[in-house]
């Protein structure tokens, strides 16, 4: 048994029909078992919300937990995912299974995983990290992004793709497979990086270990070049940085988000429910 969770919040995506009220109902459920709870919307959250909880629920799809990682990991609060939208390989909870079991896990009847990070760093010293994926494209209008990558200052390939997307293992089954990239066990401790769509067909995916940095930059920059477009789980947060934000640094971070599963939770049976193998 794992320690019982006294104070919980619950983050809702309220864009779910219905998911605001279901909250509800969860904490009524299971009220006696608390000392205190909070009910918070996903867009509207501050990263001092999570203060002080034992742990998160998040109550929507991947996405919403996605919403949640920077305050989660600044606060190593683990995070229950409960699916209230279509694919759930984060939300690993259905309703049902919540409506059965959140009573008998916040006693303790659980399991944690830890999950890699990526750490990624502007030239500017801006930094950000990602669950699944750092996604590079190039500028709008540009046609193909002319890209090149460095391993520990070492030249690993000028690209000319769509874009490249750098994933953690648990980012391995999002826009990295839709790219052909691998599927990678959530506890490896690599990152990968997929181009898309590569011009050159011998151009593909490259898993690294845990201890590489990469860095990106334009291919043969030159004056007044646009930036490409720079998308950290699906935010943009050097979006503003242009040019001057390259070169860009990506690797594992030494930080870690946690997720609550069931005891008997296996990660197969999710990739083969969700993938339909």
């Known amino acids: 048994?794992?320690?019982?969770?006294?104070?919980?919040?619950?983050?809702?995506?309220?864009?779910?029909?219905?998911?605001?009220?279901?909250?509800?109902?969860?904490?009524?459920r299971i009220a006696n078992?608390?000392?205190?709870?909070?009910?918070?919307?996903?867009?509207?959250?501050?990263?001092?919300?999570?203060?002080?909880?034992?742990?998160?629920?998040?109550?929507?799809?991947?996405?919403?937990?996605?919403?949640?990682?920077?305050?989660?990991?600044?606060?190593?609060?683990?995070?229950?995912?409960?699916?209230?939208?279509?694919?759930?390989?984060?939300?690993?909870?259905?309703?049902?299974?919540?409506?059965?079991?959140?009573?008998d896990l916040?006693?303790?009847?659980?399991?944690?995983?830890?999950?890699?990070?990526?750490?990624?760093?502007s030239a500017t010293g801006s930094e950000s990290i990602a669950l699944n994926d750092v996604v590079v494209k190039g500028a709008p209008n540009t046609g193909l992004a002319h890209l090149q990558v460095w391993q520990n200052s070492k030249l690993v390939n000028n690209f000319s793709c769509d874009g490249l997307v750098f994933t953690t293992p648990t980012g391995s089954t999002a826009y990295n497979l839709a790219a052909g990239g691998p599927i990678m066990h959530p506890s490896a401790e690599a990152l990968a990086m997929t181009p898309i769509s590569p011009h050159t067909l011998s151009n593909r995916s490259v898993v690294f270990s845990s201890e590489v940095s990469l860095s990106l930059d334009l291919a043969s920059?030159?004056?007044?070049?646009?930036?490409?477009?720079?998308?950290?789980?699906?935010?943009?947060?050097?979006?503003?940085?242009?040019?001057?934000?390259l070169p860009l640094e990506i690797s594992l971070s030494s930080k870690k988000f946690t997720l609550i599963h069931q005891a008997s939770y296996e990660h197969f049976a999710i990739v083969r429910s969700k993938l339909k193998w």
């Open 221 to 245: 920059p030159t004056p007044g070049q646009a930036a490409p477009q720079i998308a950290v789980d699906g935010r943009y947060p050097f979006q503003d940085e242009g040019p001057a934000g």
């Open 33 to 103: 078992h608390l000392d205190s709870s909070k009910i918070f919307e996903g867009s509207s959250l501050k990263p001092e919300d999570l203060q002080g909880v034992d742990a998160c629920c998040v109550i929507g799809g991947d996405g919403t937990i996605l919403g949640v990682v920077e305050e989660a990991v600044a606060f190593n609060i683990p995070v229950i995912g409960i699916n209230f939208g279509k694919l759930g390989f984060l939300t690993t909870y259905t309703q049902e299974e919540a409506d059965r079991c959140l009573a």
């Open 1 to 28: 048994m794992m320690p019982p969770l006294k104070h919980l919040a619950f983050v809702v995506n309220e864009g779910k029909t219905g998911s605001l009220e279901y909250a509800g109902q969860l904490r009524d």
């Open 106 to 121: 916040i006693q303790g009847d659980y399991i944690n995983t830890t999950r890699s990070l990526l750490a990624v760093k």
